[in-house]
């Protein structure tokens, strides 16, 4: 009598698992920095011309007609008002592009995740080191307007230190949630929809040009709950010397933020390189 055995391949892991992370994003962190130094200059000037041009036009023309803005009873000078919003924005900018545009050069265009991925260093790993990357390349930027802003003299208050720190876990937040996009794209022009439906209308909505009491009730609900708009919560009151009331709420939202879009954005990524 002949037998026949069959065997089952295990099943794949699920691409929604736990991340499995180790030290060895380290190296691709530090691949890219090493790529990103020979652009550094160009790239600064690049990443801070269009916020700094906002400030000056916005804080010093439309300021000159405003005067002063209402924050939680306090009289601020426009400027001041504006500059702590837009230096949230600036964050989700920066890391909002490198996720996205250099990301997805890396991993799509010019294959280097894949050659990466030849050595002993996993998905995981490359998608952290990603993230990591986005994260500094907005801290870097924020930090040199930072010191425009303290030259301009926009504000000079000791607890810009805390809103440095605020603004490293903005950007960790927002390159998480482009990575997901980053994930989902098949082109270039995939990001498009990115910007327009999702990071445009948050810049309008999230308190950055206006106080968020001058929109409708029902939008303000909404509003609440969008990252750049905790962000610019957490901000704001530091740039008037002030300590944010609720701090652990929106500080909360932005870590439940980071967390689960980097989970969703491994996940995706897991399951375009079928690991």
């Known amino acids: 009598m002949n037998t026949?055995?069959?065997?089952?391949?295990?099943?794949?892991?699920?691409p929604w698992r736990p991340p499995q992370l180790s030290l060895r994003w380290w190296p691709v962190f530090l691949r890219n920095l090493l790529v990103w130094r020979k652009l550094a200059i160009p790239s600064l000037i690049g990443n801070i011309a269009e916020p700094l041009i906002w400030l000056v036009a916005f804080g010093y023309g439309m300021g000159a007609l405003v005067g002063q803005v209402s924050v939680d009873g306090v009289k601020v000078p426009y400027i001041l008002f504006l500059a702590s919003g837009s230096i949230c924005m600036s964050a989700m900018n920066a890391a909002s592009f490198e996720a996205l545009y250099s990301a997805f050069s890396r991993m799509?265009?010019?294959?280097?995740?894949?050659?990466?991925?030849?050595?002993?260093?996993g998905l995981d790993d490359i998608v952290l080191a990603e993230m990591l990357w986005a994260a500094f390349k907005s801290i870097f930027t924020v930090t040199a307007i930072l010191f425009v802003m303290l030259g301009l003299g926009i504000s000079h208050s000791p607890k810009l230190i805390v809103a440095w720190m605020v603004l490293i876990g903005a950007g960790i937040t927002f390159s998480s949630i482009a990575l997901i996009f980053n994930a989902l794209a098949k082109g270039y022009d995939f990001f498009t929809?990115?910007?327009?439906?999702f990071m445009t209308p948050?810049?309008?909505?999230s308190g950055v040009f206006f106080p968020l009491e001058q929109?409708?009730?029902?939008?303000?609900a909404v509003a609440a709950w969008l990252p750049l708009t905790n962000a610019v919560a957490l901000v704001r009151p530091l740039f008037m010397d002030q300590w944010p009331a609720g701090w652990w709420v929106h500080a909360v939202v932005l870590a439940v933020y980071a967390v689960v879009a980097f989970w969703i954005a491994l996940g995706l990524t897991r399951k375009r390189f079928r690991a």
């Open 4 to 14: 026949t055995t069959t065997t089952t391949a295990p099943p794949s892991p699920s």
């Open 108 to 121: 799509h265009v010019q294959k280097t995740w894949d050659g990466i991925m030849n050595a002993p260093v």
């Open 193 to 197: 929809y990115y910007f327009t439906l």
């Open 202 to 205: 948050m810049m309008f909505l």
């Open 215 to 220: 929109l409708p009730a029902a939008v303000q």
